[in-house]
């Protein structure tokens, strides 16, 4: 069965705290990639990546870093935490070819910076 | 720019029928994706169209003309369990998905 897993549920960090979220798939998959969801907003592509050590960035990548070192982990780094990165996070993979992929979403992270 | 729309809520009684719309305007099209996501959890894949016309699967279908930038989901014989929000994206020119941002279904005993 494909799997998602995230390091965390919930986070509460502070104002200008280096965060770090990690992402685990265990179906082989090439892709990765980091969303956020905010209310009444579409999920927003922060990072992706199509390769071990690739990656490229989204729609909404200031503020963010990503590292991807094994093909099953991709992590999202928030340099320094500020009140408006207070969001959903969501990881995803997909497998092979970028088109088409339907892509299998982790549980989310809620991330609260104060 | 890129636009995905779908309405914010809709409300159907159980054991009805409901049409959940989605419009776009994209640069490029690789594909209409449509995902259930329910109350904190993570969305999960319903179907994909690139063609246009009517994919059925089991209670769910879901059409797409391209000419219109349209799409629909339909939902029969609905049960509580698909109260979730239905989320509607997009794949452009470079094969990235652009994200409606979804629509709340409410199911009404």
């Known amino acids: 069965d494909v799997k998602v897993t995230q390091s965390s549920r919930y986070l509460v960090k502070r104002t200008g705290e280096k965060v770090f979220l990690e992402c685990v798939q265990d179906?082989?998959?090439?892709?990765m990639f980091w969303y956020r969801q905010d209310p009444g907003l579409g999920l927003r592509l922060i990072y992706f990546?199509?390769?071990?050590?690739?990656?490229e960035k989204g729609d909404i990548p200031e503020g963010y870093s990503v590292s991807r070192e094994k093909k099953e982990r991709f992590s999202l780094i928030l340099e320094s935490a500020s009140t408006n990165q207070t969001s959903m996070y969501l990881c995803?993979?997909?497998?092979?070819?970028?088109?088409?992929?339907?892509?299998?979403f982790g549980p989310g992270t809620r991330l609260t910076v104060t | 720019g890129q636009n995905i729309d779908q309405p914010t809520e809709m409300t159907a009684t159980e054991g009805a029928i409901v049409q959940i719309n989605c419009t776009y305007q994209t640069s490029g099209f690789n594909g209409l994706f449509w995902y259930q996501q329910h109350a904190g959890e993570a969305p999960t894949f319903l179907s994909y169209n690139v063609l246009d016309g009517l994919e059925e699967k089991g209670r769910f279908s879901s059409f797409l003309s391209r000419s219109k930038g349209y799409s629909y989901l339909l939902l029969k014989e609905l049960q509580m369990k698909d109260s979730a929000s239905y989320l509607c994206a997009v794949s452009d020119s470079n094969y990235q998905l652009i994200w409606g941002a979804g629509t709340k279904l409410i199911i009404k005993p």
């Open positions: 995803a993979s997909s497998l092979g070819d970028r088109d088409l992929a339907e892509q299998y």
């Open positions: 179906m082989d998959h090439e892709n």
């Open positions: 990546s199509y390769d071990v050590k690739m990656k």
